[in-house]
């Protein structure tokens, strides 16, 4: 990057930041492929492939055909025919992440990891006193490929926001550059649904207000914004100006992570009810493990057809040790409230009262819908 004093990579001249946000490429899917030669070039997808399974991660191969994570398997199936499922191996992905962060390390102390692939990194002043971001970033991609064999994406820029929209911009293994001066004429071109925290119900919301880019978005005063998005209305406004002083942190406390699934139809039965709990139970250990969260609260959450939200939590006095710990907790929670009063439409299980780690939150509370 270079700044206003047209110095390389944006230096401190005029206060700024040199962030990098790096993004494996399909993690889990690339794992997979990387270690069986015969899923190479192939759409795959890692989960389970039974009637409610759901998928964790896709191949870019499946990604064409539209097959995304949290899809139920059966709409992934439905969209490639031949797609191949794999279940998950979280000791693989784990140790590629050590070696990953390493790399990462390696640059700078500065690392905010996000999950097992994602993370921040601040080289304002890099440990090998290179200076330029851009090429900190070209040289960790081809570290983590010469290591690992798995690609990376990466976005530079100024600040943790725009470095993270940078970074999904030239995907798979890409990378973009947004230099200083550049950051509001960047987002203004955006899609709305680009910008981090705003989902599908969001950006349907947003369309109906005439909003559809970042320029939209940038047109709206403050006063504007508050009355119609409240409380989410001052990172709108920074955001679609491309400001964001938030500073890169090594260490985050993470207050929850969990999911939940919304059903096609309502479920009553008891087996069904059991059969859905085994799914969610498979696919949220697999955010745990990617945020390497360790909790003692595990938390059943259910919403019945009248839209009342139900829950159930349990407390253990030690850490849950494993997914068979967590499998144990969240069955036991729900046999306490079976039979049912009514049907559900929505269920959901969170890991709380974590302990500090090195992770960063996603959000406050890293609840992800399955579907």
């Given amino acids: 990057m270079s700044d206003a004093k ?17 993004d494996m490429d399909a993690f889990f899917a690339s794992v997979e492929q990387r270690d069986n030669p015969e899923l190479r070039g192939k ?20 990604r064409k055909f539209g097959v995304r994570s949290a899809m139920p398997s059966v709409t992934a199936k439905r969209l490639c025919p031949d797609l191949i499922f794999v279940r998950h191996r979280f ?8 070696q990953i962060r390493a790399i990462f390390h390696h640059h700078t102390e500065l690392v905010e990891p996000l999950s097992l692939d994602e993370a921040y990194l601040d080289v ?9 971001a851009t090429r900190i970033a070209e040289l960790i991609r081809q570290e983590i490929r010469a290591k690992t064999k798995l690609t990376a994406s990466a976005g530079v820029s100024y600040n943790k926001f725009l470095a993270k929209i940078a970074s999904d911009q030239n995907k798979p293994d890409g990378m973009c ?26 950006a349907e919301k947003m369309a109906r207000l005439g909003i559809e880019t970042g320029g939209d978005l940038a047109a709206k005063d403050i006063a504007w914004l508050r009355a119609h998005f409240g409380s989410f209305a001052d990172y709108l406004y920074r955001a679609a100006r491309g400001i964001d002083l938030r500073p890169v942190r090594s260490s985050r406390i993470r207050k929850s992570v969990g999911g939940e699934r919304t059903f096609s139809r309502d479920l009553s039965s008891g087996s069904e009810l059991r059969e859905t709990m085994e799914d969610i139970i498979d696919i949220v250990w697999g955010y745990i493990e990617r945020a390497e969260a360790r909790g003692r609260t595990v ?11 139900f829950s159930r939590a349990r407390t253990v006095d030690r850490p849950i040790a494993d997914k068979q710990e967590f499998a144990a907790v969240g069955r036991a929670l729900l046999e306490e409230v079976l ?6 439409r929505l269920m959901g299980l969170t890991l709380s009262k974590l302990e500090a780690d090195e992770s960063e939150e996603l959000r406050p509370d890293a609840q992800l819908s399955l579907l």
């Fill in 177 to 202: 550059v947004i230099r200083p001066g550049q950051g509001a004429q960047f987002v203004a071109k955006l899609p709305i649904r680009r910008f981090h925290g705003v989902g599908p119900k969001g």
């Fill in 339 to 344: 039979p049912l009063p009514m049907p559900i």
């Fill in 43 to 62: 759409p795959v997808a890692v989960g389970g492939s039974g009637g409610r399974g759901v998928v964790a991660a896709a191949s870019y191969e499946a």
């Fill in 91 to 98: 000791d693989a992905y784990k140790e590629a992440s050590r």
């Fill in 6 to 22: 047209d110095t390389d990579d944006g230096g401190e001249a005029d206060g700024l930041r040199k962030i990098i946000h790096v």
């Fill in 124 to 132: 304002t002043e890099d440990k090998l006193g290179i200076g330029s």
């Fill in 299 to 309: 938390t059943l959450k259910m919403k019945y057809t009248d839209f009342q939200i």
